[in-house]
C-alpha cells in the first residue's frame, strides 16, 4: 500500500513572513494522525523559516528547484548541501516551468536527480506533456521520454524513493484538468515504464502525483484511481483551508 503523498508547490510566491503563517495555519488545521505525508515547498528565501515552523509537525520540508553541481561559481544557484543543511527532504526537479522558461534539458533534469540521490534528497520528477503534444497523440511518447531520461542511472536500490508528478502542460493553473480516465492512463503508463526499469517489486513503491489544477472539488475521484498516489498542487496550497481539503480527501481514501 503506497503512502498518498500530497505536497504544495507554493512557487514564486509568500514572503518569509507570509510562508509562516501559512505553514502556521495548515498545520494547526490538519488532522494529528493520518496517513498521508505532507510536504511543503516554500521558495528559497522562505526555506529556513518554514523549516522552523514545521518543527514538531510530520510535515515535511521541500524544496523547488536545485542545482547538480555542489558548489561553484553558479550566480544564483542553491545545492542539493545547501537545501539538506536546511533539513529539507524533498526537491522538485524538471517542472513543465523551468523545462519551458529556463529551457531545462532531460540530460540536465537527470544530473539534478542524481545529485539529489547523493545528498539523500527526494527528488519529485515532473513529466507531462502540452497541449500540442496532446492533440498530435505524442502524451504517451513525451512522458516516457521524461521518464526514461530523467530516471537515466538511477540505482535500482534508490528507485523508490523517487516521487513521479505526471503534469498535463495544458491543466497547470488553468482550471482545465485531465479527466479522471486521461489522469489513470497515463499514471499506469508511467508505472508500465517504472516496471521496465526497475521491475515490478520497485514500481509498485514508486509514488505518482498528478499536477494539473487538483482541487477539492477534484480530488477525490482523483485520488481514488488506482495509479494517483497524491498530488503536486499550485494554487490550492497557497491557501490553508484548501490544503487542508486536500490532505483530508487523501486521508479519506481506502
Not at 488545521?29 to 510536504?39: C, D, G, I, L, Y
Not at 539534478?112 to 498530435?136: D, H, M, S, W, Y
Amino acid at each position: 500500500m503506497r503512502k498518498k503523498l500530497i505536497a504544495g508547490n507554493w512557487k514564486m510566491n509568500k514572503t518569509s513572513a507570509d510562508a509562516v503563517q501559512l505553514v502556521k495555519d495548515i498545520v494547526a488545521a490538519s488532522p494529528k494522525e493520518q496517513n498521508v505525508e505532507v510536504v511543503i515547498c516554500p521558495p528559497f528565501t522562505a526555506l529556513e523559516s518554514v523549516a522552523r515552523a514545521l518543527e514538531g509537525s510530520a510535515a515535511k520540508l521541500g524544496a523547488q528547484n536545485m542545482h547538480p553541481e555542489a558548489s561553484g561559481a553558479y550566480t544564483g544557484e542553491i545545492s542539493a548541501a545547501m537545501l539538506r543543511s536546511l533539513f529539507a527532504s524533498y526537491v522538485i526537479l524538471g517542472h513543465s516551468e523551468r523545462r519551458a522558461y529556463f529551457k531545462e534539458t532531460d540530460a540536465f533534469i537527470n544530473q539534478k536527480v542524481l545529485a539529489a540521490f547523493k545528498n539523500q534528497l527526494k527528488p519529485i520528477l515532473c513529466v507531462g506533456e502540452t497541449l500540442q503534444e496532446r492533440e498530435t497523440g505524442a502524451t504517451l511518447k513525451v512522458v516516457q521520454t521524461q521518464v526514461e531520461q530523467g530516471l537515466l542511472n538511477v540505482p535500482k536500490d534508490v528507485a523508490t524513493s523517487v516521487v513521479i508528478a505526471y503534469e498535463p502542460v495544458w491543466a497547470i493553473g488553468t482550471g482545465k484538468v485531465a479527466t479522471t480516465a486521461q489522469a489513470q492512463e497515463v499514471h499506469a503508463f508511467i508505472r508500465g515504464l517504472l516496471t521496465n526499469l526497475f521491475g515490478d517489486a520497485v514500481a509498485q513503491k514508486v509514488r505518482i502525483l498528478y499536477g494539473g489544477s487538483m482541487k477539492p472539488a477534484n480530488a477525490p475521484e482523483l485520488l481514488a484511481q488506482q495509479d494517483i498516489d497524491g498530488g503536486l498542487i499550485g494554487g490550492a496550497a497557497l491557501e490553508a483551508r484548501s490544503f487542508v481539503d486536500l490532505i483530508n480527501a487523501a486521508a479519506a481514501v481506502k
